[in-house]
């Protein structure tokens, strides 16, 4: 249940990705980046770490369970969107 030096930084870059082409897909104010990055960020060490609870191989990199945490920080930037277009 570990992750090598390789894997996070390989995870916080692909997460940074993410949240930043995120914004770039739905837009909005330029403080909105941060909510999706961190969003993201949480997101995939969610889906990291449910992946190897349940020992999910699919796409799996090393010790990075690719396919669970890309799969957690989608959801979690869908989430954050619809809770803040909800919010106004």
Request: no cysteine; hydrophobic share 60%.
């Amino acid at each position: 249940m570990s992750i090598a030096a390789s894997g996070f930084v390989l995870g916080f870059l692909l997460a940074t990705a993410y949240g930043a082409a995120f914004h770039f897909i739905v837009g909005g104010p330029a403080r909105q980046i941060l909510l999706y990055i961190l969003a993201s960020w949480v997101g995939f060490t969610i889906g990291h770490f449910l992946g190897d609870f349940i020992n999910l191989e699919l796409f799996k990199l090393g010790t990075l369970h690719l396919f669970s945490a890309s799969l957690g920080a989608w959801t979690a930037l869908v989430a954050s969107h619809w809770f803040v277009s909800n919010e106004s």
